[in-house]
């Protein structure tokens, strides 16, 4: 099946897709017309299409999230392409697709990277430590296997947040051992929990974002994985004010630096240093090459990436 | 006993006043001599002083927070009175001299505001928000008897952060009247938990903040205030998701307003506007208060304030 | 009659509102036809709506700021609701409305607010403060019937203005007791001069401003409102330069506290200070509020507010 | 006479200088003797000095804006040269130096300098906006003999502000003859009035600015000359809202560009525009010029200049 | 023939135009019909136009930086004009018009700038100094008859680049006229230099930016002219680093000022400070000068200007 | 022999020290007398130190950047250790010490560093890039030996620079291993090339700079960078405008990655945008490990760093 990425104008394309969104609308015409306003979608990108003429059976039949077969053609409209749909129909079993094959996704099997989070959180010796990163995986284990990192800075893609974390732990492991001043088992803490509260602040269905929670907008991740570790610290049985939770709390609440990125205080210890510079060494590299994966071939630049400015990233071929 | 404030160059003054600093210093002459650098105080201000020649005894005679009587002469050194102390002794039991009469206070008993703050915290209706407020003044009952508000902003003395509670909690009650739409429980709660947790934050003794805490610089008492909360749910049988607690902490978390002011979240509820703007209000207008109280009569400027942007204000004489 | 805040889609509406805005437009069609594109309001919100096959007597029939009778049918046009018009008419003087039932206004009469401006006026005790406020108001006292707060922020609405200055005041009063080293003559004067040539500033009709006047864009109304004390100074055979002329432009030139929102001056008196803080606390307070009215009953969300960063209000319902 | 520039470490100096600052110190030996802390200063330049052991007369003798005729030793305190004096007397008639002889002036003289504004003022050929000027110039004329433009940044000696208005007019002349749609009237008219009230918010003597009067800082020089401009216009029975008070205000009131700067309002009229270029060109370059002057000749580099942003200046050789 | 700037809603227009864009839409009626979405120019201005029902012919016929002769009609869309056209054909050569009639070129004829820049350049009577510039003119001469000096900020029109220069120039000589420590030579080559590599940094054709090049994006106009001074110094067999040459790129990476504005050094030289100001007054001045000139006669008021912060210029009658 | 770094008041110390700073003063006693004020250093850090009653022998004795041995008394002067010397003698060849003992060094040898460095230089596979990195080398070879990274922010020591590139090679690799979309060759490139101008921008001895040269303030390290790579390219008889020259130039010029860091473009290519946060992660960390190495063991908190925004480091104990 042709990748949406590869679509050339004048292209006559047959092929299974996912339905993005799907709004009935009319024209301005006298009598105006039903038509349905689309955005297919499948692992490469998306495309805008329309099927003028929408039949009454139509308007019930098609919905977002939904996989069908379509045939169309590719137009420009104002120098973007989009797709006119001359046949369409819904996806049966039989067609064998899931809608997983649809969208865009971590390179790796969520199962494996929730697993890999599991067992580095086993792995740190401190048993305060541990069974507060224990409690708050609890929290969201079934939710990490398919949430993405953000709305759309970065790794914003089915499982993507659980890959964001093992991508951190590579690299944390690999400073911790080149600065062997840095505490281990805070370095995988920290980076387990910065974003652990991620799935409370938005809601997302197949990796996308479609709001922040009411939680999430009035309390934020950072504050809301600060009310977790003060949870499994009573949970355990611990004082909520010893030094151990006061150094795991510093490590979230500091994670994005400055106030102005939402840290109400800023890195004071060596490992809410190396986590925050981790955290954005890996999610500014991720967001360059899921640009440069996700932009045509054909295209020397990639468009601007909010992550950096504002940027957009030259391919160089040779 | 003359006030501080009104001392000019040339006076002659004998009277008790309080050592706020005392360190034994030498003089760079050959041989050195030990001298006493002090800072001495009273309600209305301090002054530094110098005993030149300090004996052996003198330098363990002398100590910070300490009352004294001394007879000295007033100096300008670069364009800044001074003491030259002539003789000088610690005041006895007999003087009848207290502490507290020497330290800047608020001008209502300590007794009273926390008294106030209580029987507020008492009538608020909602049970939840009224045991959660309660838990959180008993977390620091005792040093709302003498805790000022900040280092050095606003409300920089004893009692200072009691007072500045009950006065907002005065406008708070008039703003709740004018606008019904207000939820006049969370307007009382948010002014009583926004900065309960500041004696977590600082070291005071006296009405003066020496120090931030580890915790302080760590946590903040935003988020340590949120803590409590979190605490307080957990204590009370009350779920820690529960909207009533989304709210409270919300109320906490963004009174400071902006990132950069060390809120994570901005305020996004009627209360939480409402609280941040009666904060401000009732913090500029009492450091505004209190520089003009403490500049001497002969000045029409104060000096700049830092919390109005470094502006000094003038006083009109009409 | 239904109020357009409350339409839902596949209403069928009938009832008299204002017309707002009344655009001819074509379709792009063969051959292209007449169109009306219409924003329909009442005080409690506004719509836009299509008036499909305008013929050439309606061009000249429906203009902007009439009332109409009109029957359609409410639909979803990108997610908005917007309204087909299948009949409409001009509304006659027998139906019986007046345009001001179709525009938001403060909640108090005009004549009323404009009344506690005039008496507050008269009841300041010194004479020159007084007179001077007094020839301010003559300036603009028939536009403060109707003229709104501003374009967009706060008080946008009929009668704004003067609603703002009363709420003020009564804000002024409270503070002004609560804090007796304030000069109340002067907090009243500042409140009432501080946007007194807003009129000046802006064009406004039915208390929606169109936009800004050649003087209110080159010299503004804060420079203005300068410019009226100079004059009424010299009217009332003042020195221009005496002090209690500066103290009174100074409360107009820092209302705005800092250079980048418009004030040359910061404040730097104790009046000017409250007064600033005094502004602010109710310019928010009302724009929450009144964007909580005018959100449907259905949304838990406001839509976000420039006055407050561009922040949604949540609506608890508790 | 040597020049306080040149001086070197280890010179033995004889001369005349005037007293900048004087001040009574006492030692911190036991006991304290009296000694005289100068600042001395002539055209080129300014250093401190000491006069070790002074007597109960020299006490009641030296004071500053005199001129004294010291012998001393040019020394190096903390990397800055420094004078010890020896021998000290106050400069009497027959020596024949007069004041203004040791005070930094602009290069032209003062009368010339106020001639040329007052020729231009004559030659504008509106006679509204000319009566204007004039009427503002009459206010200041006699202080435009002396005033520097401004506490440091620029043009900060003897006649300095009205240095800077003629450079301006040159500069101004060109611009508009080389673009001959700009108002040449509004060009002169701005470029006299921009500063015009400079010397009333400031008090300065000798071209020395020793602090800001108490309408500088409540109104500020941009404000008071707006306020002229009204009492001119009435003075002159204009009305004070007619376009051309407006465009004349508005110069004035957009000069420095920027709200952060102290403009209530941006340029918006082409002479407005030029003229904030023009007195920016002109008060940058003369910094830099000034700064060259008055660097020793053994220095590659400037002092850092506040006004370029802190930059120092390089001096090339060749 | 009409001036686009001069078209008013409903006259019906006859004339050649400026083909500057032609997409090819299709209606959303059914079966979708084909039209022709124009820009059509000329040097006064430019107007959106529609040519309904085109055929397949038209498709083939019409395309950018075309010359036409059309009769069409002047609606307003939007509020702004828009053109029907009833009859379009390519202009032909008998028709007597060139492609530059109808785009906006500075007001000297491009070979008298250029001619003005080099001979200005050949009086540079350092040899060093004009060997290097001589060497970077060669670079772009030829484009510097016809490039823009940029994308929409001031001067984005033909040899708008070598205008720019030239104004500079003027003003350059003047200054340099009124403050003899300027070197003359530095600030001849600093104006010729300093937006020298401009048509290396951006694509242009007909005095229109299309957009930036590779090399504009990843090294920009500022660090490119540096890289031509080195490869100038080592052509003419100069020490790269030999002072001049850091004097000469001292003054081109300065030029911008600060670092948020592109440049990675902030002026330190006399001659650097200069060639800011004077760079930026002509770049301010022109673009005022070219919103007046085309906006409409009707118009007081400019569009916003992005070069002085967004502002709409006033345009004073009398 | 104690180290600086554990000295505590009262302590009686003989050693061997580094003399820092050596500066002749004069006591302001009469009649005055000489005395040096001394700055004491070894590699663990440094502490003011006074003789009092220095000979003129002294006098000619003791200079910076010499070794001596002292006997002396640690004291408290405004709550900072300082040593009052009782002894001093020269260091003799026979003491056995050598400068580098005293200062503070990069953790490995320079030799091995440079090594290194240039061993990764030959293995860049490309061959114009690594011969344009080794050119590049040629140029500071000898001062990569002892050049510190910074004057104070970061790597501030004997070979800091080295150190600080053979760090970030080390990491670098680690993340092109990571993300082989990454180009391995421009990682190194980008790395060994980005700082390699600092030893143009400043000048140091055994580690410390002592000030900025003539072309590190009017050029900068970054531009200077940029103009070797052109000398290399024209040398090695490459086109300067040649792709793979931009790149380079792109890596360096882009690597403080805002225009308010120095950087004239911002990063816009994979390895440009790795290379600024490799650099970032490094530098910062490296601050944090060596601020808790220089801090006494006594204290809880290192002093503010001004790379990580002025904040202080907790050390945990546990």
């Known amino acids: 099946m042709t990748l949406i990425k590869t679509f050339a104008e004048g292209d006559e394309v047959v092929g299974f897709y996912l339905v993005k969104k799907a709004e009935m609308k009319q024209t301005n015409t006298t009598p105006p017309k039903d038509y349905f306003d689309f955005v ?104 990490l296997m398919h949430y993405p990192a953000a709305k759309g800075m970065h790794h914003a893609y089915f499982a993507g947040l659980a890959y964001h974390i093992c991508r951190m732990l590579e690299l944390g492991e690999f400073v911790a051992k080149q600065r062997p001043f ?32 009411m939680k999430g907008k009035l309390i934020g991740h950072i504050s809301l994985a600060a009310n977790w570790i003060i949870e499994a610290a009573i949970a355990l049985g611990l004082d909520p004010s010893h030094e151990k939770i006061v150094i795991l709390q510093h490590l979230v609440l500091s994670h994005h630096n400055l106030g102005e990125w939402g840290s109400p205080v800023q890195p004071q210890t060596p490992e809410a240093v190396a986590l925050h510079y981790i955290d954005t060494l890996d999610a500014k590299l991720q967001a360059v090459e899921d640009a440069i994966d996700s932009t045509p071939d054909s295209e020397d630049w990639t468009p601007p990436l909010r992550i950096i400015e504002n940027k957009p990233i030259y391919r160089m071929r040779t």
Request: a negative charge; hydrophobic letters at 40%; glycine letters at 4%.
């Open 40 to 143: 297919l979608a499948d692992s490469s990108g998306e495309i805008p299409a329309k099927l003028w003429d929408a039949s009454a059976v139509d308007k019930e039949t098609y919905f977002p999230m939904m996989l069908v077969k379509v045939r169309g053609l590719v137009q420009m409209y104002r120098d973007k392409p989009q797709m006119r749909i001359n046949r369409i129909r819904k996806s049966t079993e039989e067609d064998g697709y899931a809608l997983t094959d649809f969208i865009r996704s971590a390179p790796i099997q969520p199962a494996d990277l929730v697993n890999m989070i599991k067992q580095t959180a086993a792995g740190i010796q401190d048993s305060e430590y541990r069974s507060i990163v224990e409690f708050c995986i609890r929290k969201v284990e079934d939710r």
């Open 182 to 213: 840095l505490n281990r088992d805070l370095i995988k803490a920290g980076i387990i929990l910065h974003d652990i509260a991620k799935p409370e602040e938005m809601n997302a269905e197949y990796g996308i974002v479609t709001d922040y929670s």
